[in-house]
């Protein structure tokens, strides 16, 4: 049985498989606006390693990542989960007292950083 989600290492959108019918995540991916108060926390820098970061930043009500030297404006689909439109990267934001942590999807894998600043 195929997986709901058909993903691509492509930038561009991506077809739901046919089952579904032709629509692109556009369509289907549904976004939000969140206030300014919650992306604000989300800002920083979180680190997979020494070598690769992800850079949160805040424009015009928006948070925007950086991420292996391709930018890309992320869509609130709840709270603490966004997405990309331009590129195959979704990002889930799981902030304890403990740690703040950026769960970060590129393609079919995953994974986790810590923010550092």
């Known amino acids: 049985m195929r997986s709901c989600r058909s993903r691509s290492?492509?930038?561009?959108?991506r077809p739901l498989p046919e089952h579904l019918g032709a629509r692109t995540r556009e369509t289907w991916q549904k976004?939000?606006?969140l206030p300014d108060a919650v992306l604000q926390r989300y800002e920083g820098t979180y680190e997979v390693n020494p070598n690769q970061k992800l850079e949160v930043t805040?424009?015009?009500g928006r948070l925007v990542g950086q991420f292996g030297g391709v930018d890309f404006a992320l869509y609130a689909e709840s709270p603490t989960?966004?997405?990309a439109k331009t590129t195959d990267v979704q990002v889930e934001f799981q902030f304890t007292d403990a740690e703040k942590v950026a769960?970060?999807?590129v393609g079919e894998?995953?994974?986790?950083?810590k923010k550092v600043r």
């Open 109 to 113: 894998g995953g994974m986790r950083a």
């Open 103 to 105: 769960v970060i999807s």
């Open 81 to 83: 989960k966004f997405f």
């Open 58 to 60: 805040r424009d015009q």
């Open 9 to 13: 290492r492509t930038t561009e959108s």
């Open 31 to 33: 976004e939000f606006s």
